[in-house]
């Protein structure tokens, strides 16, 4: 599915060279659930930011579904960010003017649907998530668990091959948290792959297989067979 | 070929999601700070329009009066030295039997001097109480028909076809209407309604009794004294009925050239000089016109900047304080030029509704107005000059430079990298 070939990040700040990520290679195959994991300032959202299309890694190749995705242009990288793949951020990053709908339809809007099967395709995305009932609602007017499940709606609603969670649970209760997760866990069952970056090795434990970052490299690969 | 169609199809996705982000947008902003930005464009659309307006309409007041009191639509003189038109009952009667002429007016002029007080002086080394003009000599129903000069009565009364020893004086003849010291100008001091003044149309003098002053900010009224026509002929020896002008008002929708043409077709051009009302307009007039409008249009493309600087800052810190949202769009995937669309479509919003506002109040309430109370300044009773071409003109460049100030902040904006703005790095 995803193929990450010894990717290399480093930032510059003045003559000093900051690296990163430090030559990682891994694969995230099909309908799989992976975390990846690691102490503040390891690298992982840098790394799920690379994988992602957000940024451009300084060295290495990022491969979607067999065709190398590092050298696209930045309207054909926009593309395949609408097309193929879903993000979640940690806070949310919903649009403030849209209602949840709004912000569900507008992906869908750009791929070229009619408003109504946009409407159509975002309410049963928002609905699958148990949000069936606040379409109408604008962010300001909705809890953070509610605002981070449309958030999850609107990275589901085009049926991406790739779903990335940035700490996705980081601003929210432990409650909340479960609810969120417990959403991943019903979409993963579905079949859908998810890759999430987290520091909470609690939520991590839910996942299929753990990537743990340090310093800007893998220090473990494991396949998760305590999931709970 | 088939790209071709693929980037077209994208672009109207662009424009339906620009469209859609653009709406709400507007619409779930604050209506505070919305009115506030419609009102600063509407100001805007009123500086390009309203400031070139007065100052066209200054000089239009003075235009229109001078063809409405004095010109007609089309205006026959003497030609160049001779000191009346020729032939002029056959003229006269040629233009009156024109179909579109509507009213008709003949004038006799002639050089003259008035001289009040006489009667009271008593130290002869003193000047006289003099003043010299022109006096015309009018049919004082024909005239008021077409001119409705009577309208111009300050003081005392029009005359009548009785008053054969009656005078109209203009108030630029008298020192109580234009109390200005000018080398070699002189004015007529002291003289009241019901006064006898003294007029001298070259060897012969006769007395008058002043009926009326007259004012109406037009020199060819305002500098002129005004008698029977009959009198006029007696007294200045015009025993042949040749005139000195003839106005014509036409019928309404009647074409000026057309009457022109027709005239001179009809061999009066022999005789006399053929002028439309605009053609016969003094030459300073036009010149001050034409530099007024030139100054408005130097003001209006000061507003003009001044608006598409507006326009920039409001779209910029609009743009830059939803930056984040701006690399959120990016990083889902909605295309730069959708976003772009939403901030030009915004603009264009608040570009048209504040040019619609700007027109109804120019249209609806300035313009009317103003007609109905004209500013008074010195020379002219000025009017506010909006015409629809001129002004549909300056909504479009308004709404154009709006449009550009719009999207360059928004193109700023949006190039940002989209990770740093998502992540509100600098």
Known sequence: ?228 | MERRKKRFKNFLISLQVGWFLAFRQVKRSSVATTLLIIFVMTLTFLNLVVVRGVLVGLLQGSTDVYKSRFAGDIIITNLPKKNYIENSPSIIEIAGNLPWVDKLTYRYVEGASAEANYKTRIDFTEEPDTTAGSVVGINPALEDAATHISNTVVEGRYLTDNDAEGILIGANMLKKYLDIEAPGLTLLENVAIGDKVRLTIGENRKEFVVLGFLQSKVDQIDFRMFILDTTFRNLAGRGDYNVDEIALVLKEGADEQVVKEALMASGVGEYARVQTWFESLPKFLLDIQNTFGLLGNVVGSIGLVVASITIFIVIFVNAITRKKYIGILKGIGIDKTAIEFAYVLQAFFYASVGVLAGMVIVWGFLVPFVAAHPIKFPFSDGILVAEVPNTIVRAVLLIIATLIAGYIPARIVVKQNTLDAILGRK
């Open chain 1, 1 to 228: 599915m995803i193929i990450a070939k010894d990717i290399v990040k480093t930032f510059k700040s003045g003559e000093k060279e900051l690296s990163v990520l430090k030559g990682i290679s891994f694969e995230v195959k099909s309908g799989e659930f992976l975390s990846i994991t690691g102490r503040s300032g390891s690298g992982k959202s840098t790394l799920m930011y690379q994988l992602g299309l957000l940024d451009v890694p300084t060295s290495g190749k990022v491969i979607i579904d067999g065709k190398d995705v590092s050298d696209l242009s930045t309207d054909e990288r926009t593309w395949v960010r609408l097309s193929d793949l879903g993000y979640i951020f940690q806070d949310y990053a919903l649009i403030p003017e849209l209602t949840a709908l709004e912000n569900v339809l507008i992906p869908l809007m750009m791929l070229g649907l009619t408003l109504k099967d946009a409407e159509a395709k975002a309410v049963k995305a928002l609905e699958r998530i148990g949000l069936g009932e606040r379409l109408g609602n604008v962010p300001s007017q909705l809890s953070g668990g509610e605002q981070q499940r449309v958030s999850i709606a609107r990275a589901i609603a085009h049926e991406p091959k790739i779903v990335f969670a940035d700490e996705p649970t980081a601003n929210l209760d432990s409650e909340t948290s479960k609810v969120v997760l417990q959403n991943f866990i019903e979409l993963n069952r579905e079949g859908q792959t998810i890759l999430m970056v987290t520091h909470e090795p609690e939520y991590a434990a839910l996942t299929d297989r753990i990537i743990t970052l340090s310093d800007g490299m893998i220090v473990s690969d494991t396949i998760n067979k305590n999931k709970r």
